[in-house]
């Protein structure tokens, strides 16, 4: 998928026992997907509770955010209860073909806290009209884009008309 195509659809069931689809979004400018590796992760906690504190921030920008995992219910709804994360909407049981068409990583569970099989990390900005205008995607849970920096590229973005860039 390369900046200025139009993404996959994505549709998921969020842990407040509502569907979310990325076709029936409207945002204002952006969606941002961040696609999460699950509860066994504390670097996702830290990121998506970094996300929560600066929505309002997303929000004053005309951007809509979800965050995802390969997670069971049981699991999502577990980081949903126990992480600072109540305003952010959280999507579980992203299926691994679906992942796969978002060029996600995958990787195998190494201990009894994680799953069988998970996503790795990665981070979508999609225009209103559905085409991707940024994406990051990691294969380690390590050195994500902070939301702070999103923000500002963002802002830059905006005052700049600043185009998508890679789409070659």
């Not at 009894?112 to 225009?127: A, C, Q, R, V, W």
């Not at 209103?128 to 999103?150: K, N």
């Amino acid at each position: 998928m390369k900046p200025t195509q139009q993404t996959p659809n994505l549709e998921i069931n969020l842990i407040n026992d509502t569907t979310w689809s990325l076709d029936k979004q409207h945002p204002e400018k952006y969606t941002l997907v961040i696609f999460y590796r699950g509860l066994h992760c504390p670097v996702c906690k830290k990121q998506l509770e970094n996300v929560t504190k600066h929505l309002d921030e997303l929000e004053e920008r005309g951007i809509n955010v979800i965050a995802v995992s390969m997670d069971s219910e049981k699991r999502a709804k577990k980081a949903g209860s126990s992480w600072n994360v109540e305003k952010l909407p959280i999507g579980y049981g992203l299926k691994r073909e679906t992942a796969e068409q978002w060029g996600l990583y995958f990787s195998k569970g190494i201990s009894d806290k994680e799953p069988d099989l998970f996503s790795e990390p990665g981070m979508f900005l999609i225009k209103a009209d559905g085409t991707l205008y940024f994406s990051s995607v990691q294969t380690m849970p390590f050195t994500r884009p902070r939301i702070d920096a999103v923000i500002k590229a963002v802002d830059f973005v905006e005052e700049k008309n600043y185009p998508a860039r890679g789409e070659d």
